[in-house]
C-alpha cells in the first residue's frame, strides 16, 4: 500500500518566489490536512479538505498561503510570494475519518533565502 | 481556541531510565492520539484513547486518559537508544459538527547510551 506522497521532498528558492508543494493521500481517504513543523511552533494545522472541500482553513497564516484539492488524490499548497519565515517543514496527512489516526507524508523541507 | 499543552519539551535521560511526557487540553477530548517523530522523519501514529481512564500498553511504553478525558500521559521504562524522537499527542474534539485535532508541541526524548 503507498503511504502519503508529497513532492519535492526538498526545496530552496528566493524569497519572493512562487512555491508549489503537492500531496497525493492514501487512496480511499476522505480527509487531507497540511502542517506546518518549526521548532518555536511546533506542528500547526494550516487546513484540511474533507471530500476536496476545504472545511478548516483557520490555520492558513495570510493570504500569501492557498490550498486547493482539485480531485480526491491531489492536492497543492502554494505560497506566493514566498518569505525567509516560511522556511519549515510542510506536511501532508491522510486519514479515513477526521477523528481517526492521520497517515503522514514524507514532508517537504522548505528553505527560502 | 482549543489548546492542547504538553510538557516537558526537552528530556535528556540515561538509558534504561524511565521518561513520561505529559498532554492537558483545555476542553473535554473525544479522544487522544500519540505519535512519535523519528529525527528527519514524520510523525508515525503509535496509539489512540478514547474511553475515560483507558489505559493501553504497547510493550514498554503505556498511555493513560484522564478520567475526564481532558489529560493524557505517555509512559516509557527503561528507555532504550531507540526510544529516541520526539512524542506528541494529538487532542481530538467536536466544534461546528466536525472533529478538530491539536496537536500538543511534543516532547524531544534524547537517550544517553
Known amino acids: 500500500d503507498a503511504g502519503v506522497i508529497q513532492s519535492p521532498r526538498h526545496e530552496v528558492t528566493e524569497m519572493g518566489q512562487e512555491v508549489t508543494l503537492r500531496c497525493k493521500p492514501i487512496?480511499?481517504?476522505?480527509?487531507l490536512f497540511w502542517y506546518r513543523q518549526t521548532m518555536m511552533r511546533g506542528l500547526e494545522l494550516l487546513i484540511y479538505?474533507?471530500?476536496?472541500?476545504?472545511?478548516?482553513d483557520s490555520g492558513m497564516p495570510e493570504d500569501r498561503f492557498s490550498a486547493k484539492m482539485p480531485n480526491a488524490s491531489f492536492s497543492t499548497l502554494k505560497i506566493q510570494p514566498s518569505e525567509p519565515r516560511d522556511s519549515a517543514v510542510y506536511f501532508c496527512?491522510?486519514?479515513?475519518?477526521?477523528?481517526?489516526?492521520?497517515?503522514f507524508g514524507d514532508g517537504t523541507r522548505l528553505s527560502i533565502l | 481556541g482549543q489548546q492542547v499543552m504538553q510538557i516537558p519539551q526537552y528530556q535528556h535521560v540515561q538509558e534504561g531510565e524511565d521518561f513520561t511526557t505529559y498532554c492537558n487540553s483545555s476542553?473535554?477530548?473525544?479522544?487522544i492520539q500519540w505519535y512519535k517523530q523519528r529525527p528527519g522523519g514524520h510523525p508515525v501514529f503509535l496509539i489512540q484513547?478514547?474511553?475515560?481512564?483507558e489505559v493501553k500498553k504497547q510493550k514498554r511504553l503505556t498511555f493513560q486518559f484522564g478520567e475526564a478525558k481532558k489529560n493524557s500521559s505517555l509512559h516509557i521504562t527503561a528507555t532504550q537508544t531507540t526510544d529516541v524522537g520526539t512524542y506528541f499527542c494529538?487532542?481530538?474534539?467536536?466544534?461546528?459538527?466536525?472533529?478538530?485535532?491539536?496537536f500538543g508541541i511534543g516532547t524531544k526524548l534524547q537517550v544517553i547510551p
Open positions: 496527512a491522510s486519514n479515513s475519518f477526521s477523528n481517526q489516526p492521520q497517515h
Open positions: 487512496s480511499g481517504h476522505d480527509y
Open positions: 479538505f474533507n471530500n476536496n472541500v476545504p472545511i478548516d
Open positions: 476542553t473535554t477530548l473525544s479522544n
Open positions: 484513547l478514547v474511553k475515560s481512564g
Open positions: 494529538a487532542g481530538v474534539w467536536t466544534s461546528g459538527g466536525y472533529q478538530k485535532v491539536t
